[in-house]
């Protein structure tokens, strides 16, 4: 290596671990990966069967509530606009953690309100409802199933656990797609 | 911006947008997509809008990073043997003969090669020097390889094939730090990368690495005097919103490779930074502007000697007309300073030169139905040697069904002489008296001017019952004014010509959840015809071999342990003669922690040897190589 290009290397070394402190994730240009999870949120429910008390009806509509991301939630809107999941026509609901979940058939939990997951999939724990999120350890927390962004690609993780707690049943379909299964242990 | 001009390329025809709202057809596009196709779009496209290969009407591949990471190779001339499109030969340890469609050879002068936009190809010979040109592998997001004419988007050199080589944004570097290394019998490699936020709204990453290659024996038993070290940093930046948004990166490496002991070593270095800026706005129109520095420099005592500044900038705008016409046009200026310096076989007279290039671009994707697209695309491109340059295309894209897509297109596509072509002299130093310099063997090409290709192509592309994909492209491409030579003392003339045919495809099935299968071929028929008294004959056009195939499995024995093969067989070469070789290539991977990832990798398992490129006795014979690699990402 010569003089030059190892003064340049190590000025670039430098600038760069100067910038590298980590810092949280930042909460713009994710309109496209909300575009891609709004319509991965919709499609689940087609390969997700919910038992018969998680309905009032045989034409009741399936509601997804969306928690700390208003973008995926105005997307989602949008997408579900005169279609139908298993025949039911869909509704979606922005809501804030601590709003009333009981009714709902599919929960998405934004990283924004990650302070609140813990006691948002507490709550959900038992009940027919999806729980879908893209944090960390979020199935340990208990959520169904996690996004995770592999090699800038939307991928999930599905938890059978929670699932099976809220007798809902998924589809293997579903399972093949997933990046990760985790089983009941 | 050379990059946008790819995507918005690939996009055509890809999401038929409705034009009076094209959110809300985006919308309903993604929302058709069946899981497994959801899982595969990237959300960090150059246009922002969700594209779908099997959409595009051209012959692509697409190397994501992914592919790379398990095919274990540790520079860029490896991954694009990846592409079942390409013929990729490696000639000795440090160079490689790449191509697509034939007309290969060390100087292959019919490709164009961009990373991150910016052209990489010399305008010495309007080839690639590999040796000079590499990238930190773990930040490639993909390399689109795009075979056939791309004239009418991308501008002469387009002729065969197109390379793009994107690397990720630094924004999508989430797991921060990374430490690679990587050893074995042939070479050695070692990596550091670190990357994180700046301020609210942007990221930034700086890399290290450098590599050692042996050198090879010639089939003669000799040292092919090849072994090859090179280093290189680099960074990028990305900052703004999604509607406004910038990016600034830049690289700078020194290498050298051991030559004729009495001469001195080969030594290669260069220079580079790129600015661009992306606006995006409401109503779905966009623009991109991108500049760059790009200071190379080689000094190859038998052949190419030359200090290279290259300043370049282009403008592109996209816009919907209409509800029918997506618009993409655009601009660009470029101009080189070369300073040569004579080599034992080269002399260029003049010895400097300035170059300039110019051109403006405009592309109309005319939506004729719901599933016809007809993209009418035309360039006009000015070079020093041959004034503007006409290189139109017409493509037409039918979508059969949602998952199947037949397209044709013709194009009329050029290269443009390079100094090899006007002002090359053969030898460097011939030393006859009386003369003071000469009488030299090539004089040069006073009267060079642009070879000229025709190409007619048709392609079908589909995705079968979800778990498989196919791609079929046949092209027909008549060649006029190949570059030719001619008795002693000559000059470099355009006198051969001819056509070549050629069927080129690949399939990919995902037989179960952890394996995957993908094979592909091409089929080469080349009829050329030399110049008459054309010492070198058609040999001088490349050598290619008729028949290349390729089988890649991958498969995932557990979570955390990976095991696949790549197996290669390239026909022989015609002139001179290469024999035919397979190769077979194995990587096993195993996640020892989730920040550790540790592989082995084999190159060539089953042949101690092989030639890819050059005459016996002196061609560099590719031996086995196996290696072993760890990659550290700390933060993950």
């Known amino acids: 290596m010569n003089a030059l290009t190892l003064r340049a290397c190590v000025l670039l070394l430098a600038a760069a671990a100067a910038v590298a402190a980590p810092r949280p994730a930042r909460a713009d240009a994710q309109a496209d990966e909300y575009r891609v999870k709004a319509a991965f949120l919709y499609k689940f429910g087609a390969y997700v069967e919910w038992p018969d008390r998680a309905f009032a009806q045989a034409d009741s509509p399936v509601?997804?509530?969306?928690?700390?991301?208003?973008?995926?939630?105005?997307?989602?809107?949008?997408?579900?606009?005169?279609?139908?999941?298993?025949?039911?026509?869909?509704?979606?609901?922005?809501?804030?953690?601590?709003?009333?979940i009981a009714g709902l058939h599919v929960l998405f939990i934004g990283r924004a309100d990650g302070a609140h997951l813990g006691e948002v999939l507490a709550a959900a724990k038992g009940?027919?409802?999806?729980?879908?999120?893209?944090?960390?350890?979020?199935?340990?927390?208990?959520?169904?199933?996690?996004?995770?962004l592999v090699e800038d690609k939307v991928r999930f993780d599905i938890a059978l656990t929670p699932a099976d707690l809220g007798s809902l049943k998924i589809s293997a379909r579903l399972l093949a797609v997933a990046r990760k299964v985790v089983k009941p242990s | 911006m050379l990059a946008a001009r790819c995507a918005l390329g690939l996009a055509s025809g890809a999401v038929l947008l409705s034009g009076a709202n094209p959110a809300a057809a985006q919308q309903k596009?993604?929302?058709?997509?069946?899981?497994?196709?959801?899982?595969?779009?990237?959300?960090?496209?150059?246009?922002?809008?969700?594209?779908?290969?099997?959409?595009?009407?051209?012959?692509?591949?697409?190397?994501t990073g992914e592919d790379i990471r398990r095919a274990g190779v540790t520079s860029l001339a490896e991954a694009?043997?990846?592409?079942?499109?390409?013929?990729?030969?490696?000639?000795?340890?440090s160079t490689y003969a790449i191509s697509a469609r034939g007309f290969n050879n060390a100087i292959a002068n019919k490709l164009l090669v961009m990373i991150d936009g910016r052209t990489v190809y010399s305008p010495i010979f309007s080839g690639t020097f590999w040796d000079a040109q590499n990238v930190l592998l773990e930040d490639v997001e993909r390399i689109e390889v795009i075979d056939g004419p791309g004239g009418a988007l991308w501008g002469a050199n387009a002729v065969n094939g197109v390379i793009n080589v994107i690397t990720r944004s630094a924004r999508s570097n989430r797991e921060g730090v990374l430490f690679s290394a990587a050893g074995g019998n042939r070479e050695s490699d070692a990596a550091m990368r670190v990357a994180g936020p700046v301020g609210e709204d942007g990221a930034a990453r700086g890399y290290v690495m450098g590599f050692h290659r042996s050198g090879t024996q010639t089939v003669g038993g000799t040292s092919a005097l090849d072994a090859f070290g090179r280093q290189q940093a680099g960074f990028r930046a990305d900052w703004g919103r999604t509607e406004s948004n910038f990016t600034l990166q830049g690289d700078t490496y020194s290498g050298e490779s051991v030559s004729i002991p009495a001469l001195g070593p080969v030594t290669v270095a260069g220079s580079n930074v790129l600015g661009r800026w992306n606006r995006q706005f409401a109503d779905g129109s966009s623009f991109r502007l991108q500049a760059y520095l790009d200071h190379t420099e080689r000094d190859d005592p038998v052949q190419f000697r030359d200090q290279m500044d290259i300043y370049d900038i282009e403008f592109q705008h996209g816009f919907r007309l209409g509800t029918q016409h997506s618009v993409l046009w655009g601009a660009g200026y470029r101009y080189a300073m070369d300073r040569t310096l004579v080599s034992l076989l080269v002399r260029f007279i003049p010895a400097d030169r300035d170059l300039k290039w110019a051109n403006v671009f405009v592309q109309d994707e005319w939506s004729l139905a719901r599933s016809l697209t007809l993209t009418?695309?035309?360039?006009?491109?000015?070079?020093?040697?041959?004034?503007?340059?006409?290189?139109?295309?017409?493509?037409l894209a039918w979508k059969i069904a949602d998952d199947q897509l037949l397209w044709s297109a013709l194009s009329r596509a050029i290269r443009a002489p390079a100094r090899v072509d006007r002002e090359f002299f053969f030898p460097g130093n011939p030393v006859l008296p009386p003369n003071p310099v000469g009488p030299f063997i090539i004089n040069g090409g006073p009267n060079f001017v642009s070879e000229v290709s025709n190409v007619g192509e048709l392609g079908y592309r589909a995705q079968i019952a979800k778990v498989a994909s196919v791609s079929l492209t046949a092209f027909h491409t008549v060649h006029d004014k190949l570059r030719s030579g001619e008795p002693a003392p000559a000059q470099v003339q355009n006198g051969a010509s001819g056509y070549t045919n050629g069927v080129e495809g690949w399939g990919t099935y995902q037989a179960s959840r952890d394996w995957r299968l993908m094979i592909g071929f091409s089929e080469l028929r080349q009829h050329l015809k030399a110049a008459p008294g054309d010492p070198a004959g058609t040999s001088a056009q490349g050598n290619d071999p008729e028949h290349q195939q390729m089988l890649r499995s991958l498969f995932n024995l557990t979570e955390r342990h990976e095991l696949d093969f790549i197996v290669r067989h390239v026909s022989a070469l015609p002139n001179p003669v290469v024999p035919a070789y397979t190769a077979v290539d194995a990587r096993f991977g195993w996640k020892a922690r989730p920040d550790l990832e540790l592989s082995l990798v084999g190159q060539n398992l089953f042949d101690a040897a092989h030639v890819?490129?050059?005459?016996?006795?002196?061609?560099?014979?590719?031996?086995?190589?196996?290696?072993?690699?760890?990659?550290?990402?700390?933060?993950?």
């Open chain 2, 376 to 395: 009418l695309g035309a360039k006009v491109e000015t070079n020093v040697y041959t004034g503007a340059e006409f290189l139109p295309s017409v493509r």
């Open chain 1, 63 to 100: 509601l997804i509530g969306v928690i700390g991301a208003d973008a995926l939630a105005d997307e989602l809107s949008q997408i579900v606009a005169g279609r139908s999941v298993n025949g039911r026509p869909v509704s979606v609901r922005k809501l804030r953690a601590g709003d009333p």
């Open chain 2, 612 to 636: 890819e490129f050059g005459a016996a006795p002196g061609a560099s014979e590719i031996p086995r190589a196996w290696l072993l690699k760890a990659v550290w990402r700390p933060d993950r």
């Open chain 2, 80 to 93: 694009l043997r990846l592409a079942p499109n390409l013929q990729v030969a490696r000639v000795t340890s």
């Open chain 2, 29 to 63: 596009d993604l929302a058709d997509l069946s899981i497994e196709e959801l899982g595969n779009i990237q959300v960090t496209s150059v246009t922002k809008r969700p594209e779908r290969l099997q959409d595009a009407p051209a012959s692509i591949f697409v190397i």
């Open chain 1, 127 to 148: 009940r027919p409802l999806l729980t879908v999120t893209e944090s960390e350890r979020a199935l340990e927390l208990g959520s169904v199933i996690n996004f995770v």
